[in-house]
């Protein structure tokens, strides 16, 4: 009997380990757990992430081919990288570190590069392959210059044509996929689509730019800018740029208008208790704020700078924070989760599948479930079998897609 392929599947960065030997071993306890439990006779798709040292171990002759047989005897079968944390992403305190080396450097350059001639060797023939990455990188002090968008567009140029040649000489088709996040450079719809318009999609190289360089789209991230799912899709689609992957993660909101007069004081301090218990120090919380129209107005670099306001009045609009709670949370405590934006950037996607940009479909298909902050989520919603977490939050995104068809 045919093996059977599940849909689509998580961003292993949750287990991830810093070097191959861990990262299999991870994989072999975690990946082969969540494949036994939702598609227990086939296959699991995994979305690897393969930190700068594994993917050095990688480079030796007949050590992807290895890896890819130890894959595939634990069917498992990798589609999508992601290639934003380039260093170990679960140390003590990861925070700003997470977006060194910035795509000024050589370095981030030829790391992607290896990540796409590792994936070309793992994928199997005629498949298309997907590598998310950073943003451009964390504006130090506050600023980004002209010349710093050009030294990074020269660089992801360079990059384009690389991923050109490859798909010249083995028809494996790779495209790297810029991540906006809030806080970085490109941290909207309307950041990427202008980095896209006047650093990327001109010149001699602007077909093959096109083709190779997409969008990540986190819902989370979106979210947390309050953009409506809908609407930059739409745009998106409308400027030619190309969706790469689709990172299905869900953000905390911080309901602050649901507080009434009459209970006004007794609602807040319930929601201050929630926040405070949600700082943890290894990752960075981006806290933005909602202005009277409900959309974008301010941000905050971590939630401990917006807790900071705890002896101010009660802010009148709600706070969304980047924080990736499971995706099948509607709500915990005083505490909402953007698990709505997931349903609508699901049904936008599906219902333009169509939709083609250069001769190649505007969307690859590639979903991934990223909720890589299972080790530090409030005791609310942790769950200790990691596995079974994991399975439970693939389950429901099948579900939902069984609803929007």
């Not at 030294?151 to 495209?175: K, P, S």
């Not at 208790?273 to 959309?295: M, S």
Request: aromatic letters at 10%; proline letters at 6%; one cysteine or more.
């Amino acid at each position: 009997m045919k093996d059977t392929m599940f849909p689509f599947g998580y961003c292993t960065n949750v287990h991830a380990g810093p070097d191959l030997a861990r990262a299999q071993a991870n994989l072999q306890k975690f990946a082969v757990a969540v494949r036994d439990i939702v598609v227990p006779q086939g296959i699991l798709p995994v979305g690897m992430w393969l930190a700068d040292t594994a993917v050095a171990e990688l480079q030796p002759a007949g050590a992807c081919e290895r890896f890819r047989d130890w894959l595939a005897e634990h069917r498992l079968a990798p589609y999508t990288l992601n290639g934003f944390p380039q260093r170990d992403f679960h140390g003590p305190v990861v925070k700003h570190a997470v977006y060194e080396p910035s795509w000024l450097t050589e370095s981030r350059q030829r790391y992607s590069i290896s990540l796409a001639h590792i994936l070309h060797q793992l994928l199997p023939v005629d498949t298309v392959g997907s590598i998310s990455t950073l943003p451009l990188g964390w504006p130090s002090a506050g600023q980004w210059t002209h010349q710093q968008n050009q030294i990074a567009a020269a660089n992801l140029r360079g990059l384009a044509r690389n991923f050109a040649q490859l798909y010249q000489q083995h028809g494996r088709e790779i495209v790297l996929a810029l991540e906006p996040e809030p806080g970085c450079v490109l941290d909207s719809m309307d950041d990427l689509v202008q980095f896209f318009q006047k650093y990327l999609l001109v010149g001699d190289d602007a077909d093959l730019c096109r083709r190779h360089l997409t969008v990540c789209h986190d819902i989370c991230h979106s979210a947390v800018m309050f953009e409506p799912q809908e609407e930059v899709l739409r745009t998106y689609l409308d400027n030619g740029i190309r969706i790469g992957k689709v990172q299905v993660s869900s953000a905390i909101e911080v309901p602050w208008s649901n507080c009434k007069a009459a209970d006004e004081v007794a609602s807040a301090a319930v929601i201050w208790e929630q926040l405070r218990a949600l700082h943890e120090p290894r990752y960075l919380h981006q806290t933005t704020q909602a202005d009277a129209a409900g959309r974008f107005s301010a941000m905050v670099e971590d939630l401990p700078v917006a807790l900071e306001t705890r002896n101010a009045s009660t802010p009148r609009t709600n706070w969304r924070i980047h924080f990736h709670v499971p995706i099948f949370v509607d709500r915990f405590g005083a505490l909402v989760a953007t698990r709505d934006d997931i349903r609508a950037a699901c049904q936008f996607l599906e219902s333009h599948r169509a939709a083609r940009i250069s001769n190649r479909p505007w969307f690859t298909g590639h979903y991934e479930v990223e909720t890589y902050a299972w080790p530090v989520l409030p005791k609310e919603l942790r769950n200790d079998d990691l596995a079974s977490g994991i399975a439970n939050e693939l389950m429901y995104l099948k579900k939902l897609f069984g609803e929007l068809r």
